[in-house]
């Protein structure tokens, strides 16, 4: 079934839920994140200060992160000037292979990397074809979306599979 690529581990509303403590729970040590609908709306061109408090505690928890994005390297570089965290453009997502390249760079491997997508059909795609813990922002709470209805209506239909699995007691953090 087509849902073992789409379905992520973990679907959370905002990127604040994942803490220090998550990624200690889960032997996590490398967070590879998109911005478009993760880090900031899509289009957004620099980030609230809400995640530079993030990416501080992050960091505090011994956590390394990295942007992967799709976004050109003007755009991406706008919005991580500031940012304490290396940042990756033009990923080509769900092609795998900036994201392999960024992980490697942190250290990282699939057993204690985690990729944070907007997107279940570019970022968890990508993200679970390595084997990594994949999370995903609700598509159900974007406030911003300029992506075409079929993108929308497929990604309903994994987020309600990964609910449906939630509600029958796994799949929780």
Known sequence: MLDRFFVPDYLI???????????????????????????????????HEQVRE??????????KVVIVS??????????????????YADAGKPSVGAI???????????????LLGGRLLVDVFAGNRLGLTTVAIDPAGR???NRPGI???????????????????SAEF
């Open 13 to 47: 509303s905002s990127y604040r839920e994942l803490t220090p403590e998550f990624f200690e729970c889960i032997g996590g040590k490398v967070l590879i994140t998109e911005i478009d609908g993760v880090l900031g709306d899509f289009g957004a061109e620099t980030p």
């Open 151 to 169: 993108e929308k209506r497929l990604e309903k239909k994994y987020a309600d599979i990964y609910k449906q699995r939630k509600n029958r007691g």
């Open 100 to 114: 392999r390249t960024a992980m490697r760079m942190l250290g990282g491997d699939p057993g204690n990397t985690v």
């Open 54 to 63: 993030w990416l501080d505690s992050l960091s505090r928890g011994r956590v």
């Open 70 to 87: 799709n976004r050109d390297a003007d755009s991406v570089g706008k919005f991580a000037y500031d940012l304490p965290i290396p940042a």
């Open 143 to 145: 406030r911003v979306d």
